[in-house]
């Protein structure tokens, strides 16, 4: 089984899926390097729309793979791995075209990152979200905590991270993190939502979009994030982390 899918519909959306259902959508190695090559493509002409989900109806994604980056021992080593995945979600940040993460189930740590690091939020009715990070005695390591903050109101999004908690449907809507919830069929919902962008020439959603990357870059967003991955790096290497995710992963 293949850890990815991308699609490319005739309508203009390419659609990036996480295919590990068994594993909930965590984010390993192969992931990032199909994150990028699906990057890639969408920044081709034809596509007017990056839209990313997982597979099966448990999980939009777990976050980092807890199994695989468990190895990761020392500040320097969670670093690199914390920004690679990191330069990837400002890439996606920065894409020219809209972008929607649907949430097909729990989006978790990292997965949530993921899914800030998108424009629009749809979920299916009973998903769950949050950035737990905290509960494993790290931060948001991804960019995360630099993307919510960017798009929800502060106090908002300070709840989120400094909470470290999982929110139903109902209050990611209310807290402006969800865009819409959707009855029935995810990817047929998503395109009732999109529908009227995706009536405009690219350029002209290339040309709104850009109004928003002028204003990041001027905020420093790219400073912020690197900044982010370097803190939440230097608590990786903590053993209180470590114990966190042993215990998790079931390891004494
Ligand atoms: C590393 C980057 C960092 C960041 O910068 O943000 C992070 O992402 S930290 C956050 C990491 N993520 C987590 O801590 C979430 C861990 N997972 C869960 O809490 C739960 O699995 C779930 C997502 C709420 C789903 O629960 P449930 O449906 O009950 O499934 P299971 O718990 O039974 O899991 C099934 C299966 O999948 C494995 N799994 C789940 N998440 C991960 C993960 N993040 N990494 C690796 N493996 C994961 C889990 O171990 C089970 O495997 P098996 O036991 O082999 O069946």
Redesign the pocket.
Known sequence: MKPYIVEEFSNGILLFTINRP???N?VNYEIMDGLEHALNLANNKKVKVFAITGAGD??FC????????HCLRTEDEAFEM?NR?SDLLVKLFYLQKPTVALLNG?A????C?LASACDFRIARKNVKAGF??GT?A?T???G?GTFVSEKLLPANAMKMLMEASLYDTKQLEDLGFVQMIADGDLLESSKHFLEKMLRLDVNVLKAYKMMFINKWEKAGLKERVKEEVRR?SELWEDEAHHKQVAK??GIK
């Open positions: 068994e594993k909930r965590a448990l999980a777990s976050g980092g793979d807890l199994s695989a980056f914390l995945m729990t978790v740590g990292g997965g990152e737990i990070q494993l790290i948001t390591g991804w995360g939440c998790f992963l």
